[in-house]
C-alpha cells in the first residue's frame, strides 16, 4: 500500500535510479538540489526540485547516492530566504565540514551489521543513569589506546565498559552527540561549546568525537563508529541515553548563522510573534515552533531514527517544556507532540526523559508531564542539598536548621506530592548533580562559585548552589575539614541511591571528582572536564562506597517500589511505609515540620509481584553531634542487620533487636535489613 503521509520520507532514501530527496517548505517559491565535488567545494550538478501540494519539494537524481555531498538552495519571498546560500538538509543522516563555518550533507546508505545485538530493556525500577561526555569518559583513561581516546570507540573499549558494570550503573546517558557547532562568541575566546547544546543537525552523530580514521574515511564511518559504540554497550548490557536537544538550534537569534531551518522556511520552524520578533524561551536565541506539525514531525522523526536504525534506548529531552508549548506559545501537557513522543508505535518501550523546565513565562513544570513521561526532579535535588549541606551550614551559623525534616522525607519517598498517583514513584529521574552546576565534591569544598576561566567575569552559572565548603572555601590539609567534606559526599550518594525513583549520577561524582569550583564549565574541552582515571586512596574507598550502595539497591526492592503505597490497601509492586523519629515512635506532626528535628527513621517493606519479599531500615541523623536513637519496635520485624553506615568506611556484621539503642554518629546514614 502507498502512503498518503504528506511528511513521509523527508530526507534522502536511496532507490534503484538513485537518491531521492524531500524537504518540506511552506513559504518557498523554488527550491534546488546542489551536488558537490567529494571535498564539497565545487558544485558539480544541480537540479530543480517540484513542489507537491502539502509544501514537500523533491527530486530524484543518480548522483544522490553513496557518501555524495549535497545542499539545497531556497528562495523565497521573505528576507530571510537566500537563493544563494548552500543549506543543510534538515534530515541529513550525516554532514561533512568543509571550512570554518561551511558544511555540507551527506548521503548514508545506513548500512551496518547489528549481528543480532538487542537492546538490553532494563526496566526502569532497576535502571540507575550515568550521565557522561562522549569524549570526556575516555580522554585520559590510560588503558585505553592514544588512537581511541576520546572517542566513540574509546567509550566503547573494554577497560570503560568494565568501569561501568563494576560501578553497578545500567545505563550510559550521553550529553549531547548530534552535530553541533561552537557559538562564535566561543570561539572569538578561544573555546568550544564542549557540553554540545548547539545542534546543526538532528539525524547526524557529531564528527569531532569519533576516530580521526573514521572522520577521514567520511560521515558514513562516522555514524558506523557510533552504531559499534552502541552495539557493544547492549552486549554488556548497558542502554544508551541521548541527551537531546530538539528545543532551539544553533542558528540562534536572527542575527545568528543561517544554515538550515531558517534558510528553508524561518516562518513555520521558529517561534516568532505577529511582527515576525523571535520568541526565545530557551535563552539560546531561537526556539523550535513545536506548535507546527512540520516541527512535530521533525522531532518525531529523529526520535524514530536513533530509536530504531541506531537502537538507541532512552532520550533525555533538554528544556523539554518549549517542545509543549502551543501556539500561544504557553506550556499544555496534552500538546500533541508531548503526547505523541510517548504513544507513536514506533517508540514503544523507550525511555523519555524530560528536562522539565525552560526559561519562559510559566516554564517550570516539573511533575506536569503527561504519562509515560519521567523527569528531572529539582525539587529532589534542592532539599537534599539542603539537609545535608545548607541546613547544616545554618545550624553551625545560628543554632538551628532551616527546615523539618518532612519536605526531605516526602522525596526520600518517590516525591507523591509532585507526580500523579497513576504515575508512581519512577516517574522521578532523582540527582544530586547534574553536567551543569557543581560536582558532588565541589558542593563539599565551596561555597560559591569560580568560573573565573570561563573569562566572563564569573557572571555565568547559577549563584543558587546549595553547597556548604565546611569551613574553608576551596581545597584545604585541615584534617576535620576534609573527613567532614568525605562523609558529606558519603550521605549525599547515599541519599540518592536508597532513595525512591530513578536515581542518576554524574560521571566522576562516584570518586569526587573536581571542577575546582567551576559550576559552569561548559566551553572546557580539557583536563578540567574530563574524567579523570587516576585517584587517590580516598577516592577508591568512595568508589568502593557507591559499588556498594549500588548493590543494596538491587539487593533491596524495597528501596525500588513501582507505584506509590497507599495506607489503606496493599498495592502490588509499591512499598509500604512507616516512618519514626529518633526515640522509635510514630512520627507527629511536629516531628515532620520542626526545624530541630533533624533525625528520621523509614521502615519500607516491598508489596512483590517479580521479586522476594524484602523490608529495610533507613535511619537519617543530620546534627553534627552524635545522636543516641531507639531502633522501632515495627509490626514482624524481630531484628535489624546493619548493612551500610555512611560514617564508617567497613560495615561488619551488627545486628540489633528491636528496641535497641544505637548511637548514631554526627551527620550520618545506617541502613539495615529488618526481618
Not at 90 to 116: E, I, K
Not at 154 to 178: C, F, K, N, R, W
Not at 367 to 380: M, S
Not at 459 to 480: K, Q
Request: glycine fraction near 8%.
Amino acid at each position: 500500500m502507498i502512503s498518503t503521509d504528506p511528511l513521509r520520507d523527508l530526507g534522502v532514501r536511496v532507490t534503484g535510479a538513485g537518491g531521492h530527496l524531500r524537504v518540506w517548505s511552506e513559504h518557498a517559491t523554488s527550491m534546488e538540489l546542489c551536488i558537490f565535488d567529494n571535498r564539497g567545494d565545487r558544485v558539480t550538478a544541480t537540479a530543480e526540485m517540484s513542489r507537491d501540494e502539502h509544501g514537500v519539494w523533491s527530486v530524484t537524481h543518480p548522483d544522490l547516492v553513496g557518501d555524495t555531498r549535497y545542499s539545497v538552495r531556497v528562495s523565497g519571498e521573505s528576507p530571510r530566504f537566500d537563493a544563494s546560500r548552500h543549506l543543510l538538509d534538515p534530515y541529513a543522516r550525516g554532514f561533512d565540514r568543509v571550512s570554518a563555518g561551511r558544511w555540507r550533507s551527506c548521503v548514508d546508505d545506513g548500512g551496518f551489521d547489528w549481528n543480532g545485538s538487542t537492546k538490553p530493556a532494563t526496566p526502569l525500577d532497576h535502571t540507575v543513569i550515568y550521565e557522561a561526555h562522549a569524549k570526556g569518559i575516555s580522554r585520559l583513561n590510560p588503558a585505553v589506546p592514544e588512537e581511541f581516546r576520546g572517542t566513540y570507540a574509546g567509550l566503547a573499549h573494554e577497560s570503560a565498559i568494565e568501569q561501568l558494570l563494576d560501578l553497578g550503573v545500567t545505563a550510559i546517558e550521553l550529553l549531547p552527540v548530534h552535530q553541533s557547532v561552537s557559538e562564535e562568541r566561543l570561539r572569538r575566546l578561544g573555546f568550544i561549546n564542549y557540553w554540545g547544546y548547539n545542534t546543526l543537525g538532528f539525524f547526524a552523530p557529531h564528527r569531532d568525537y569519533a576516530t580521526a580514521a573514521a572522520r577521514a574515511a567520511g560521515p558514513a564511518a562516522v555514524l558506523r563508529e557510533f552504531k559499534g559504540m552502541v552495539k557493544l554497550l547492549h552486549e554488556a548490557g548497558l542502554e544508551v541515553i541521548l541527551d537531546v536537544v530538539y528545543n532551539h538550534t544553533s542558528e540562534q537569534g536572527p542575527e545568528g548563522p543561517t544554515t538550515s531551518l531558517r534558510g528553508i522556511d524561518d516562518a513555520a520552524y521558529y517561534r516568532q510573534n505577529a511582527e515576525g520578533e523571535y520568541i526565545d524561551v530557551t535563552g539560546c536565541g531561537n526556539s523550535l515552533n513545536t506548535a507546527h506539525p512540520a516541527s512535530q514531525r521533525l522531532v518525531l522523526d529523529s526520535l524514530r531514527y536513533w530509536a530504531n536504525d541506531v537502537q538507541i534506548d532512552g532520550f533525555r529531552f533538554d528544556l523539554a517544556a518549549t517542545l509543549g508549548r502551543n501556539e500561544r506559545h504557553e506550556f499544555d501537557p496534552e500538546h500533541p507532540l508531548l503526547t505523541a513522543i510517548v504513544n507513536d508505535p514506533e517508540l514503544q518501550g523507550v525511555k523519555m526523559i524530560a528536562e522539565p523546565w525552560d526559561i519562559g513565562a510559566g516554564g517550570w513544570q516539573t511533575g506536569n508531564f503527561p504519562p509515560g513521561w519521567i523527569e528531572w526532579n529539582d525539587g529532589y535535588r534542592d532539599r537534599m542539598r539542603d539537609f545535608w549541606l545548607t541546613d547544616i551550614a545554618a545550624e553551625r551559623r545560628d543554632g538551628v536548621a532551616l527546615q523539618g525534616i518532612g519536605s526531605m522525607a516526602r522525596r526520600f519517598a518517590g516525591s507523591a506530592h509532585v507526580f500523579a498517583d497513576e504515575r508512581g514513584p519512577l516517574s522521578s529521574v532523582n540527582f544530586i548533580t547534574a553536567h551543569d552546576g557543581f560536582t558532588l565534591a565541589d558542593l563539599t569544598t565551596y561555597d560559591h562559585k569560580h568560573n573565573e576561566s570561563n573569562r566572563e567575569d564569573n557572571r555565568d552559572g547559577t549563584d543558587d548552589n546549595r553547597s556548604f565548603n565546611h569551613g574553608v572555601e576551596g581545597p584545604t590539609d585541615d584534617f576535620a575539614i576534609t573527613t567532614a567534606r568525605r562523609k558529606a559526599m558519603r550521605n549525599l550518594l547515599g541519599t540518592l541511591l536508597l532513595s525512591a525513583g530513578v536515581p542518576m549520577l554524574t560521571a566522576g561524582d562516584e570518586f569526587g571528582r573536581s571542577q575546582q569550583g567551576n559550576n559552569n564549565a561548559y566551553c572546557h574541552d580539557d583536563e578540567l572536564s574530563w574524567l579523570p582515571w587516576e585517584h587517590d586512596d580516598w577516592q577508591r574507598d568512595l568508589f568502593e562506597i557507591s559499588k556498594r550502595l549500588l548493590r543494596l539497591r538491587r539487593e533491596n526492592p524495597a528501596l525500588r517500589p513501582v507505584r506509590f503505597g497507599r495506607s489503606d490497601e496493599t498495592v502490588p509492586s509499591a512499598s509500604q511505609m512507616d516512618w519514626y523519629n529518633g526515640a522509635g515512635e510514630t512520627m507527629s506532626t511536629e516531628d515532620w515540620d520542626s526545624p530541630a528535628q533533624r533525625v528520621l527513621q523509614y521502615v519500607a517493606a516491598s508489596t512483590p509481584e517479580h521479586e522476594d519479599f524484602n523490608r529495610i531500615l533507613l535511619v537519617v541523623q543530620g546534627r553534627e553531634e552524635p545522636e543516641t536513637v531507639t531502633l522501632p519496635r515495627h509490626p514482624g520485624v524481630s531484628s535489624y542487620t546493619l548493612l551500610w553506615d555512611s560514617a564508617l568506611d567497613i560495615t561488619g556484621p551488627d545486628v540489633h533487636d528491636p528496641g535497641t539503642q544505637v548511637t548514631m554518629a554526627p551527620t550520618s546514614m545506617q541502613l539495615f535489613r529488618a526481618e
